[in-house]
């Protein structure tokens, strides 16, 4: 894809539109969905950690425990 230099917003030639009428739907329903499925839960405050990965270890704690309130898991 080529690069286009323009010197002003004004030489930008108009955006094209997409065809497709119902594509801003089509993409929100997926998202409307996962967001049902695992919606975020906020914490209150501010929460530190030590190094990158105590944060990354407590984000897929957070992630599932949301995930197996959901549905738990069969034994």
Do not use: Q
Not at 1 to 21: A, E, F, L, N
Not at 49 to 73: C, G, H, K, V, Y
């Amino acid at each position: 894809m080529p690069v286009h230099k323009y010197r002003s917003v004004s030489d930008m030639p108009p955006r094209r539109r997409v065809g497709d009428p119902d594509l801003a739907t089509r993409i929100r329903a997926p998202w409307a969905r996962a967001f049902l499925l695992c919606a975020p839960v906020p914490h209150r405050g501010v929460r530190r950690f030590r190094t990158i990965a105590e944060a990354n270890a407590e984000r897929e704690r957070d992630t599932l425990e949301r995930m197996r309130r959901l549905r738990p898991l069969p034994r």
